[in-house]
Nanobody, 116 residues
């Protein structure tokens, strides 16, 4: 069974950093676009960043540009989200996703809380 497993969430003070990881387990031929969404309480899910198969093209939401960096290691079927200069408004559950041949697969989510 193919699944995405996230890690790296937690509690951090404003201005701090966290690195999220999302690894794909199971047999999969190809992971196309991979990325991260987030959902804060009472808000709609928001696309944070995504990255193409080769890793050369990335998209960032305006709210995280200059602070977050997405990357991937295809040999490990893993995507990362390096988050710096974190703000309280970054508090949310972060979900990774991957586009595959039959559609998209999702991780279970990891909580990020930015608070002093």
């Amino acid at each position: 069974q193919v699944q995405l497993v996230e890690s790296g969430g937690g509690l951090v003070q404003p201005g701090g950093s966290l690195r999220l990881s999302c690894a794909c387990s199971g047999s999969i031929d190809r992971l196309n676009v991979m990325g991260w969404y987030r959902q804060a309480p009472g808000k709609q899910r928001e696309l944070v960043a995504n990255i193409n198969t080769g890793g050369g093209t990335a998209y960032y939401a305006d709210s995280v540009k200059g602070r977050f960096t997405i990357s991937r290691v295809n040999a490990k079927n893993t995507v990362y989200l390096q988050m710096t200069s974190l703000k309280p408004e970054d508090t949310a559950v972060y979900y990774c996703f991957a586009v595959v041949q039959i559609g998209a697969i999702w991780g279970q989510g990891t909580q990020v809380t930015v608070s002093s």
